[in-house]
T-cell receptor, first 116, second 115 residues
């Protein structure tokens, strides 16, 4: 079974509008972390936001917020006020267990295209 | 703070040739990962080191891929002999495992094309 599922291969959003990128995960470990990364066409993976499984509040980082619904095992990324520079691939990833050195498992990604 | 350094950025080789990639992680990061990212897919872990020891290499095709991190700092990933399906971006990442929740930092990757 897929551990991380991103069901939207591609998304369009109008500049200055908000957009939600979906991510669902599967784990039986009570301790885990969820990450979102951005990958522009240049190829580097840029860390955006992190949510721990025991965190009570949804994570926020500037224009990025994570809509964490633990019972539904979803960790959607919300980008507010989209900018042209947000056009990129976005990957959801999960680390299972307490060890912060454990591997990240990635989803298949969502390509976001921001329209001017 | 310097980021994760990888070289070369691009490499084109013929099938059955060998190739090596180099990675220098962020200073002080004990954990180093090599990921393979095939076009249109998410990264897939090939091997993970903790200092100079292997933590996980279950997805490394050991008949042709090898990796080492001799002094617990920089690392090399080798493919010998290469196949057409090895065409991908090879990403190196590092993290500081003693801090809970810390993210992995990625290099810019090496784009390998096997022809």
């Amino acid at each position: 079974a897929q551990k991380i599922t991103q069901t939207q291969p591609g998304m369009f959003v109008q500049e200055k509008e908000a957009v939600t990128l979906d991510c669902t995960y599967d784990t039986s470990d009570p301790s885990y972390g969820l990450f979102w990364y951005k990958q522009p066409s240049s190829g580097e993976m840029i860390f955006l936001i992190y949510q721990g499984s025991y965190d009570q509040q949804n994570a926020t980082e500037g224009r990025y917020s994570l809509n964490f619904q633990k019972a539904r095992k979803s960790a959607n990324l919300v980008i507010s006020a989209s900018q042209l520079g947000d056009s990129a691939m976005y990957f959801c990833a999960m680390r299972e267990g307490d060890n912060a050195g454990n591997m990240l498992t990635f989803g298949g990604g969502t390509r976001l295209m921001v329209k001017p | 703070e310097a980021g994760v350094a990888q070289s070369p950025r691009y490499k084109i080789i013929e099938k059955r040739q060998s190739v090596a990639f180099w990675c220098n992680p962020i200073s002080g990061h004990a954990t180093l990962y090599w990921y393979q990212q095939i076009l249109g897919q998410g990264p897939k872990l090939l091997i993970q080191f903790q200092n100079n020891g292997v933590v996980d290499d279950s997805q490394l095709p050991k008949d042709r891929f090898s990796a080492e991190r001799l002094k617990g700092v920089d690392s090399t990933l080798k493919i010998q002999p290469a196949k057409l399906e090895d065409s991908a971006v090879y990403l190196c990442a590092s993290s500081y495992p003693d801090r809970g929740g810390t993210e992995a930092f990625f290099g810019q990757g090496t784009r390998l094309t096997v022809v």
